[in-house]
């Protein structure tokens, strides 16, 4: 399985970020995979900010939900991230990553194969 993240790299305050995600070598539509986005601002960890599911559930970081999109192109078999109203403290690698489940209860259990990530910088 390969992930491939592509986008804009460069977004000015204010205005929505958008990355999609290309996977190569297995559907976004088998169970029980989830495909998530996550990213890492410079100098700090790492941060889950969503993912959508194999049956296209959606699932977001409460503290970034109310920006935050992720949608679905099962023809393309890709995903797309849209995080609106951007700031500099969104400036960070983002990456997107395949994200093996539980059938009952439906939590994730292994991020197993990630994007190479893309660095998405927030500036005027």
């Known amino acids: 399985v390969q992930l491939q993240e592509s986008g804009t790299g460069l977004v000015k305050p204010s205005q929505t970020l958008s990355l999609t995600c290309t996977v190569s070598?297995?559907?976004?539509?088998?169970?029980?995979?989830?495909w998530s986005w996550i990213r890492q601002p410079p100098g700090r960890g790492l941060e889950w900010i969503g993912y959508?599911?194999?049956?296209?559930?959606?699932y977001y970081n409460p503290t970034l939900e109310s920006r935050t999109s992720i949608s679905r192109d099962t023809s393309k078999n890709q995903f797309t991230l849209q995080l609106s109203s951007v700031t500099p403290e969104c400036t960070a690698y983002y990456y997107c990553?395949?994200?093996?489940?539980?059938?009952?209860?439906?939590?994730?259990?292994?991020?197993?194969?990630w994007g190479q990530g893309a660095q998405v910088t927030v500036s005027s």
């Open positions: 959508t599911t194999y049956s296209g559930s959606t």
């Open positions: 070598g297995g559907s976004i539509t088998t169970a029980y995979f989830y």
């Open positions: 990553t395949r994200v093996l489940a539980a059938a009952w209860p439906p939590l994730p259990i292994e991020y197993d194969y």
